[in-house]
């Protein structure tokens, strides 16, 4: 079981790894986009990596006006893990957005309108 030490331990190492540009894991592999503001995912995006992906964006909706997260390298984006991307763009003020770039197969656009997450004016979907 971890405690919330252990937990305020784990956040401290991932922010560290996010600050040199990247976050790894056995499934997870997060770097940051070198021509945008923003990230890039490969992999397996499950719901326990919430606050590494919360942290690599949150970095971004500092500055930037646009924070692009790249999926078209993620083969699996978890429920829980698009929610925290939905809870992030919610977060932001126009004319901050959050745009998802992902390839067809994640089925991003039904299961954000599905959710009626399409109507959000700060999160928006590009299909690659």
Not at 7 to 15: D, K, L, N, Y
Not at 58 to 74: G, K, M, N, S
Not at 104 to 128: F, H, N, P, S
């Amino acid at each position: 079981m971890i405690t919330p030490s252990g937990v305020r331990e784990r956040c401290a190492a991932w922010r560290e790894s996010l600050m040199r540009g990247y976050f790894i894991d056995d499934q997870l592999l997060i770097t940051t986009l070198h021509h945008d503001d923003g990230v890039r995912l490969f992999g397996e995006v499950l719901g326990a990596h919430k606050a590494p992906l919360a942290l690599a964006v949150t970095e971004y909706a500092r500055t930037a006006d646009e924070i692009t997260v790249d999926l078209t390298r993620v083969d699996f984006l978890a429920n829980g893990a698009l929610e925290t991307l939905v809870a992030l763009a919610r977060g932001l003020e126009p004319p901050q957005y959050l745009c998802l770039v992902a390839g067809a197969g994640l089925d991003l656009a039904e299961r954000l309108a599905t959710r009626g997450w399409d109507a959000i004016d700060t999160l928006r979907l590009r299909v690659a």
